[in-house]
């Protein structure tokens, strides 16, 4: 029976040779990961009240990144109980302060295509970029996952999005994603598994593949699937995953799609959403002259190493404008290291950039920089739901990398395009 590559996925994990979308099945899982929000602080109570064990330590993975920097008395208690469970436990792949969970996961060589994995925050579905089965899950269930190694899934039909062609210089992922959300709404994914594909997907970097299956949580997919082929086993064996295999995690040709849905690249305008929604996006000239007054390149889907790059390229022997605060927060540390070796960071800050820590800060709404009720901000983040990211009265408007920069420049929404 022919089978699409989430099924594949899915199959292997259940100890199968095939399934048939619709069926519920008991899936092993390769690996688990939480962040200090959602993780230890949680899951810890309910394992010492079950008087529970671990099933393996050696598949869990933990990240700080969201109550960080701990600038206040619960920031430090979260954060310090992440450090003391893991100790307790023993889980040797612990990460505390090294950036975002969903970035520091795949450059440490942590995923691998025809893995299943779990991640206790929405945003997990990034692991789908490097061929992996991964998706978002909440503390009740990933205490089964924690004592069993083990979770259920009802298998997911499969919704194609296909791109042909290229994408045209100033257009990137973010822009595909907001325009997928924009046509189909948040819940257009019907929490199946969603497949990006076509000449255009291929040409992407990993990053900007990251990005795509990152917001598939936006599109409102359980799961957003890269195939992988020659340029993840190139970016795999960069971060130490060796023995690489990519044929066997294809979708079969004659597969049953619920949905298949093309689209010529080149068509796709950069995007801007407005607030309050990733579903309210349009093309970036539809937004005449809305002034902005902060620009803030960060988060998992705006600030990793090839969206630094983006935004540098619109920056370079430019500044922000007067009035404008330019915020950066690298996705990463080892994603900051690079850009600063190579010149990207610094041709950020000469434009007035304002650099801050590698976490999640004022995306998930944490730490001291959130936004005022005065803020007018464009941003790389991945949601701009009424009061996220601050004050309710906010306004926070969504694009990539490129518009973020080039609308710093210009003080207001504006075309990247007329900047390159």
Same mark, same amino acid.
């Given at each position: 029976?022919a089978?699409?590559?989430a099924?594949?996925?899915v ?31 949680r ?8 008087g ?8 869990l993975?933990?990240v ?6 701990a ?6 208690r ?11 436990v023993?889980?040797?792949r ?7 969970c ?21 945003h997990?579905p ?5 061929g ?11 205490l ?30 973010k822009?595909?994603?907001?325009f997928?959300?924009g ?14 594909r ?31 082929d ?9 971060? &130490? =995953?060796?023995? /690489?295999? @990519? ?7 004659d597969?049953? *799609?619920l +949905?298949?849905?093309?689209?010529d690249a ?8 407005a ?9 970036v ?32 022997d430019r500044k922000a ?16 290291q ?10 950020l ?5 304002e ?5 999640c ?10 936004? &005022? =009720?005065?803020v /007018?901000? @464009? ?9 996220? *990211?601050g +004050?309710p009265a ?7 990398p ?6 710093a ?12």
């Open positions: 029976m089978q699409t590559l099924q594949k996925l199959a292997r994990a259940a100890g199968r040779s095939t399934v048939t979308p619709g069926e519920v099945v008991t899936c092993k899982v390769d690996l688990a990961m939480m962040h200090d929000s959602g993780g230890p602080r899951v810890r109570p309910m394992l010492e009240r079950l529970a064990q671990v099933w393996d330590p050696e598949k993975v933990v700080t990144d969201h109550y960080l920097p600038d206040d008395p619960e920031s430090r979260i954060v310090a109980t992440a450090r003391e469970w893991v100790k307790e023993g889980v040797a612990f990460h505390d302060g090294e950036g975002i969903h970035v520091v996961l795949p450059e440490r060589g942590y995923l691998k295509p025809g893995m299943f994995a779990v991640g206790g925050d929405s997990s990034t692991g789908g970029a490097f992996a089965y991964m998706f978002g899950i909440g503390s009740t269930e990933m089964g996952v924690l004592v069993t190694g083990e979770i259920w899934l009802k298998v997911p039909h499969t919704i194609a999005m296909e791109f042909a062609g290229e994408l045209a210089d100033g257009v990137s992922a822009d595909v994603m907001l997928l959300i046509r189909f709404g948040m819940d257009g994914g019907q929490y199946q598994a969603v497949e990006y076509g000449d255009a997907i291929r040409r992407l970097g990993m990053q900007e593949r990251m990005t795509l299956a990152n917001m598939t949580a936006e599109l409102g997919g359980q799961t957003g699937l890269v195939p992988p020659a340029i993840t086993t190139e970016f795999l064996d960069s971060a &130490g =995953a060796r023995e /690489v295999e @990519i044929d066997a995690w294809q979708s079969d040709a597969s049953e *799609m +949905a298949h849905h093309r689209f080149q068509d796709i305008a950069p995007q801007v959403a607030p309050d929604s990733p579903a309210n996006s349009a093309a000239g539809s937004f005449g002259d809305t002034q902005v007054n902060v620009a803030y390149i960060g988060a998992c889907t705006g600030a990793k190493l090839a969206d630094l790059r983006m935004a540098a390229r619109i920056l370079k404008a007067r009035g404008v605060r330019l915020m950066v927060a690298p996705a990463s540390l080892r994603d900051q690079v850009a600063e070796r190579e010149g990207t960071l610094g041709i800050v000469e434009a007035g950039a650099l801050l820590p590698n976490a800060g004022a995306c998930a709404g944490y730490g001291s920089n959130q936004f &005022g =009720a005065d /007018v901000a @464009i941003s790389t983040t991945a949601r701009n739901f009424k009061g996220r *990211m +004050a906010s306004r926070v408007y969504l694009a990539s490129y518009t973020v920069a080039a609308s420049v210009a003080g207001r929404i504006f075309d990247p395009r007329e900047m390159l």
